[in-house]
């Protein structure tokens, strides 16, 4: 059984909570600041968000394989202070020139990415394969409790324009979580000496890249969660934000509640039970969205999201850690952190593309289901050839 006190998981743990804190609290709301505030174009912003959202995603590779060679703690200590030194420089932004936000945005994405690689890799060191789908389930559950009471305290600190103050105490929080991870032993079984071309050899694994391309598709339709699916309550059913965000809060808290549980259930021989359902699920409960305009009805499609979002979750990254040989996992991480980061910066774009299709919005749900129906195709050939 895994032991929750466990000096990684404890640190890993806390170090999620309060980065999903950090981003439900302040991050979820920062498009809308820097648009009605800011005065930003919403197309720049968007835009400006993808790019630093890629760049973060492409460079988790490099931090992954780099770790590998050098080691979890540096890149993991490193992470935690970058990312906390990004939210105090928005902060400074919001004080002294709204540009210098923008460098906080793209760092933001950079460390980001980097202190998840670490934490997966980190994880997948320390525990066995059986150990790995509870304590991700920990892990998570840790992480969505944080992002769950984030937005309803960030809508508030929104309201009475206390942001850039909340930034910088934020950022200075997150730094100090680095302290934490100092007392954390060096994990990684250290691979030989690294060339270029070693980077990419997780791609050189067929069935692991096509496990990370399934996972690039399900993220696609995990991108609409707070894009297409408030555009389309907000915009087309007319139900008010403040309404729309206590759904998000629900997600989080049922998350919090019910990973852990469901992980407990999942092990090498169910996996994949796991991954081909809950994606299906989720893009099940997205469907039923366009079946009523009711609130009522939101808050249960919401309920369906988010068990189908629990039941993918239990298995998806212990699995692309599992498919990991000894000694390569940091790059195993940071490629299927590509590939997964790529298709949530991506969601927002290819809902858009469908929204702005003259179909009705059945069929334009539909086709986020169809999305989740191939990615669950895609695992079932993965695992009927293991």
């Known amino acids: 059984?895994?032991?929750?006190?466990?000096?990684?998981?404890?640190?890993?743990?806390?170090?999620?909570?309060?980065?999903?804190?950090?981003?439900?609290?302040?991050?979820?709301?920062?498009?809308?600041?820097?648009?009605?505030?800011?005065?930003?174009?919403?197309?720049?912003?968007?835009?400006?968000?993808?790019?630093?959202?890629?760049?973060?995603?492409?460079?988790?590779?490099?931090?992954?394989?780099?770790?590998?060679?050098?080691?979890?703690?540096?890149?993991?200590?490193?992470?935690q202070v970058g990312q906390g030194a990004s939210f105090l420089i928005v902060g400074l932004g919001m004080v002294y020139n709204f540009y210098i936000i923008l460098v906080g945005i793209?760092?933001?994405?950079?460390?980001?990415?980097?202190?998840?690689?670490?934490?997966?890799?980190?994880?997948?060191?320390?525990?066995?394969?059986?150990?790995?789908?509870?304590?991700?389930?920990?892990?998570?559950?840790?992480?969505?409790?944080?992002w769950g009471i984030g937005p309803a305290i960030g809508g508030f600190v929104f309201e009475i324009h206390y942001y850039s103050f909340s930034f910088i105490f934020m950022g200075i929080m997150l730094s100090m979580v680095a302290i934490l991870m100092l007392d954390i032993p060096e994990t990684s079984v250290k691979s030989r000496a690294l060339s270029i071309s070693d980077i990419p050899s997780a791609l050189k694994n067929r069935r692991f890249l096509i496990y990370s391309i399934a996972g690039f598709i399900g993220f696609l339709v995990f991108g609409q969660l707070n894009s297409t699916y408030p555009y389309y309550e907000n915009q087309v059913n007319g139900i008010p934000v403040s309404i729309i965000g206590l759904t998000w809060t629900m997600n989080g808290l049922m998350v919090?509640?019910?990973?852990?549980?469901?992980?407990?259930?999942?092990?090498?021989?169910?996996?994949?039970?796991?991954?081909?359902?809950?994606?299906?699920?989720?893009?099940?409960?997205?469907?039923?969205?366009?079946?009523?305009?009711?609130?009522?009805?939101?808050?249960?499609?919401?309920?369906?999201?988010?068990?189908?979002?629990?039941?993918?979750s239990s298995s998806a990254t212990t699995v692309a850690m599992n498919l990991a040989p000894e000694g390569e996992r940091g790059r195993y991480s940071g490629t299927f952190g590509i590939f997964t980061s790529i298709g949530r910066s991506a969601g927002p774009f290819y809902g858009g593309l469908i929204f702005s299709t003259p179909f009705n919005y059945e069929i334009k749900w539909f086709l986020i289901l169809l999305t989740a129906i191939i990615s669950s195709l895609l695992y079932l050939i993965i695992f009927r050839k293991k």
């Open 1 to 79: 059984m895994v032991n929750i006190k466990n000096r990684v998981l404890q640190t890993v743990g806390i170090a999620s909570f309060l980065r999903s804190f950090g981003y439900g609290t302040l991050w979820s709301f920062i498009i809308l600041y820097l648009t009605t505030v800011a005065h930003l174009p919403l197309a720049f912003v968007g835009a400006y968000l993808l790019i630093s959202g890629l760049t973060g995603a492409l460079l988790q590779i490099l931090f992954g394989a780099f770790s590998d060679f050098l080691g979890r703690r540096f890149f993991l200590i490193l992470g």
């Open 106 to 146: 793209l760092l933001q994405s950079i460390f980001s990415g980097m202190v998840f690689t670490m934490f997966n890799a980190l994880i997948a060191d320390v525990f066995t394969e059986d150990e790995r789908f509870r304590s991700f389930g920990v892990q998570r559950a840790l992480a969505n409790f944080g």
């Open 256 to 312: 919090a509640a019910l990973q852990y549980p469901f992980s407990r259930l999942a092990n090498n021989k169910n996996a994949h039970h796991f991954l081909i359902y809950g994606i299906m699920i989720y893009g099940l409960g997205y469907f039923m969205l366009s079946i009523f305009p009711y609130i009522e009805w939101m808050f249960f499609s919401m309920i369906v999201i988010t068990l189908g979002e629990i039941i993918y």
